[in-house]
């Protein structure tokens, strides 16, 4: 460092307290939103959903809020039970409606499922008790399993009917990139999918 640079150093120590500067610094850097406007986005997206499909969701925002972002932090539903104090099946529940879901939801492949309930021409809604016991001994699986993936099913089909905005909102807010990463691929490949059983159906011979 030269004098005249050593000197308008001082200058400015002086009339700025180091210390300060130094906290200010930290504070701003990386920093784009408090935590206030970061739920405030997510609920956002939340109420969308809630319009959009005429639900509600159960719990209060600050629960629906930290359901999310464990979510999106890679917990499992027992994790985020204990963190927000709820049963692990509410948690499911609460994350399809939001189409908060992965693939790996369910035990079961979820494809081999749609096909053994004709998913193709019943709406999932239509499904009676019979047929999920009649795919649960075709597929070699408990009901639970079937109702899980079920779950999951109506989820994705949700989501494929918005293009997946929710889920692409919840990564415009959430800043877990490894995640946002995971599951930006899972829609490319949901859409990929989507466009294959759109060929396969407008195809005539």
Known sequence: MDEKTESLRDIFLDVA?????????SETHGSITDEGDHRDDLLAVVEQIE?????SVAFDD????TLIEAFYAGDDDTTIAETCEID????????????????????????????????????IDEV????????????????????????????RREARSVSHRFRTAYEDV????????SLTASIKEDGLDEAAEDIETDVSL
């Open 128 to 155: 009676s008790d019979d047929d999920r016991d009649r795919a649960a001994d075709a597929l070699d699986a408990d009901r639970a399993a079937i109702d899980r993936a079920i779950g999951v099913l109506r989820a």
């Open 174 to 181: 959430l800043p877990d990139t490894d995640i946002s990463e």
């Open 51 to 55: 319009d959009a499909f005429d639900r």
């Open 88 to 123: 692990p099946e509410s948690v499911f529940e609460t994350r399809m409606a939001l189409h908060c879901y992965r693939e790996s939801d369910s035990p079961l492949d979820l494809d081999r499922v749609a096909e053994t309930l004709s998913l193709a021409d019943t709406a």
């Open 17 to 25: 307290d180091d210390e300060t500067v130094v906290e200010s610094q």
């Open 62 to 65: 600050d629960t629906v809020a």
